[in-house]
């Protein structure tokens, strides 16, 4: 599978070239995640808002499974060549869509120790139609 479709690659540059923009005049840039990525045989996960210009350095929240998500860059070239067993790879979730900024998924991970049980908890809220409650620290 590849991991970025051409509508994906033309989003993710716009949010690059748009943080660009804000940075340069201040204003505040907080995106929806465009892309979810995952091992399909363990926890690691990422959701990327942007990618660089260099076609490779994409950013957003990872989360390798040890507890601790991280918002930065990570490579696609390096996502895209790891092997797992049984000839599976890195793939893309073909039904992730968030109306939920990298900010708040940022916060919700942190909080929950993982994206995947931040994912769990905001759908949850989405479902109930209630205001979500942060998990504590």
Not at 88 to 102: H, Q
Request: charged share 20%.
């Amino acid at each position: 599978m590849k991991l970025l479709t051409p509508q994906l690659h033309t989003a993710l540059r716009a949010n690059a070239i748009s943080r660009r923009a804000g940075d340069a005049s201040g204003a505040v840039f907080d995106p929806v995640p465009l892309v979810k990525l995952f091992n399909p045989l363990g926890v690691a996960t990422w959701l990327a808002t942007e990618l660089d210009e260099d076609c490779d350095t994409l950013f957003g929240l990872a989360d390798l499974g040890f507890g601790c998500p991280e918002l930065g860059c990570f490579s696609l070239a390096e996502i895209g060549t790891l092997r797992l067993p049984f000839g599976l790879r890195i793939e893309r979730d073909l039904l992730f869509e968030t109306g939920f900024s990298l900010s708040v998924w940022s916060e919700w991970a942190r909080r929950a120790g993982s994206i995947l049980w931040a994912e769990t908890l905001l759908r949850r809220a989405v479902q109930t139609g209630t205001a979500p409650e942060l998990p504590l620290s």
